[in-house]
Nanobody, 126 residues
Framework: QVQLVESGGGLVQAGDSLRLSCAASEGIPSNYGTGWFRQAPGKEREFVAVITLSGGVTHYADSVKGRFTISRDNALNTVYLQMNNLKSEDTGVYYC???????????????????WGQGTQVTVSS
């Protein structure tokens, strides 16, 4: 059973940067991608970004395009989310998940992805 562990969250000011990491205990299936999601208090979980296992395909939510970059290091079984120019509306718990790419991009806000991490808190003060 693959386990995902997020890290790198924290309290920052608007305009600052953070890099989140999602470390997998072992390699994910070859047809899976890894995605980042976030959930703010009182709001539904929302998609942030996704990357294929090869790293050749990425996809972002419109709200983070141009500010966030997803990448991966397969030698370390780790996916990163570089977040620049953070805004207060980026505040939330950030989760990584692994599943088929289409499910990660088009799944509903409560879709039960195959592998989930425990989340890391990101708080952006304005």
């Amino acid at each position: 059973q693959v386990q995902l562990v997020e890290s790198g969250g924290g309290l920052v000011q608007a305009g600052d940067s953070l890099r989140l990491s999602c470390a997998a205990s072992e390699g994910i299936p070859s047809n899976y991608g890894t995605g980042w999601f976030r959930q703010a208090p009182g709001k539904e979980r929302e998609f942030v970004a996704v990357i294929t296992l090869s790293g050749g395909v990425t996809h972002y939510a419109d709200s983070v395009k141009g500010r966030f970059t997803i990448s991966r290091d397969n030698a370390l079984n780790t996916v990163y989310l570089q977040m620049n120019n953070l805004k207060s509306e980026d505040t939330g718990v950030y989760y990584c998940a692994a599943d088929e790419l289409r499910k990660l991009i088009y799944g509903t806000s409560d879709y039960p992805y195959h592998y989930w991490g425990q989340g890391t808190q990101v708080t952006v003060s304005s």
